[in-house]
């Protein structure tokens, strides 16, 4: 068997290789540290494989072509930090409704406002769910490494596609700009999902058909021409003030997304079978998380980590069980107390439940971590 072959990449390089991978063939996005790596390697390598790249006057304009490219029947991606996720809020609501699928990455930096441009944070995870108003479907991953930002920007693109629906990419600058040995892929070695289209006649169709959990999306091009909207809407797509309708429609598109949480959420356990204190940590102090839970091991600790691949939907399942067995579960993460607060809401008083939280743009260490296990074993 030929050995795989390897590249040196950053992170941002590797997001952009997962993209293509994927089948992205439609990027729109704005500069802006620490993200900027994504566009400017998507410029080169979009037009080579027949895609388009362009540069938004904002990130607003940035969220909506991709929308556009999207409706276009082209997979789309837009590509960029904390200020700039905050403007793509309105058009992740529209995309939300409208259910117009699509992948934002967000690589994290200090805030609030311009903050740290050039240090990590890990405090736009809350954002990444309740960011848009109204009741919407929030899917979000979390890699860890520079490995798993090329696989989960795949699957990213594929769960878009699969449930029609924005999905953001959430890691921050120091896996972002962190460069590592990454095995690229062959064709089909991962799983690629495109969108699934109508089989009815452009007179028959119906964009949001409530036959299906998630209707086939034809190309908003050729024969098949239809209303989108951000309101509420009839199958049809034109609007409506039906409350019996409004009411469907928004739980819809909720459910389509929590009835298939078994299959969008994955983690990764270490060291649970047998652990009576365990870590809840994402992203990239997941690595100081697996290095401190090693260390303690090797002292006789049995200390276990829980590493979310799928930080929305929450993995309630995977923590609860852990809850069940351990007398502590340490949460360390870049803000002043987030994930911490579900982890509580699904531990219910089961076990204690401590943070360790830093938001000097400095990463939480493993000795940090360390000296909090020893501190309960």
């Known amino acids: 068997m030929a050995e795989k072959k390897k590249k040196l990449l950053q992170g941002n390089e590797a997001c952009a290789e997962g993209a293509l991978y994927a089948g992205c063939r439609f990027y729109a996005g704005y500069p802006i540290t620490p ?16 895609g388009k790249f362009i540069q938004m006057e904002d990130e607003i304009a940035s969220i909506a072509a991709a929308i556009g490219g999207s409706i276009a029947g082209l997979k789309s991606l837009t590509a960029t930090s904390g200020p700039g996720f905050s403007l793509k809020q309105e058009g992740i609501g529209f995309a939300c409704m409208a259910e117009i699928p699509c ?153 389509k997304i929590e009835k298939n949480r078994e299959s969008i959420c994955e983690n990764e356990a270490v060291y649970l079978d047998d652990a009576s204190i365990g870590v809840f940590s994402y992203g990239s102090i997941g690595r100081s998380a697996r290095y401190a839970v090693n260390e303690v091991r090797e002292r006789g600790v049995k200390a276990g980590l829980l590493r979310p691949l799928t ?8 923590v609860s069980e852990m809850a ?3 007398k502590a ?33 400095e990463p939480i260490h493993p000795q940090q971590i360390i000296d909090i296990i020893e501190r309960y074993s």
């Open 35 to 50: 993200s900027t790596e994504v566009a400017e390697m998507l410029s080169v390598r979009l037009p080579k494989v027949g």
């Open 103 to 255: 992948v934002i990455v967000n690589v994290m930096r200090g805030g609030p406002s311009t903050g740290f441009p050039t240090g990590p944070s890990q405090s736009d995870v809350m954002q990444a769910k309740w960011g848009t108003h109204g009741d919407h479907p929030a899917v979000t991953l979390t890699p860890s490494t520079v490995q798993e930002i090329l696989s989960e920007t795949v699957r990213a693109f594929n769960l878009a596609e699969r449930y029609r629906t924005p999905v953001a990419v959430l890691y921050d600058e120091i896996v972002g700009h962190m460069r590592e040995p990454v095995v690229i892929p062959d064709p089909g070695e991962l799983e690629v999902v495109d969108r699934e289209g109508p089989t009815c006649s452009p007179e028959e169709y119906l964009p949001y058909d409530d036959r299906y959990d998630v209707p086939p999306f034809a190309p908003f091009k050729g024969e098949y021409r239809f209303h989108i909207t951000g309101l509420n809407h009839k199958t049809d797509g034109f609007p409506t003030n039906d409350p019996a309708i409004i009411d469907w429609g928004n739980r819809k598109i909720v459910d």
């Open 311 to 318: 930080i929305w939907p929450f993995p309630d399942g995977a």
């Open 329 to 361: 579960i340490i949460v360390p993460e870049m803000n002043l107390g987030q994930m911490i607060h579900e982890v509580k809401r699904v531990v219910h008083g089961r076990c204690e439940v401590v943070g360790i939280n830093r938001v000097d743009g």
């Open 324 to 326: 069940e067995n351990v």
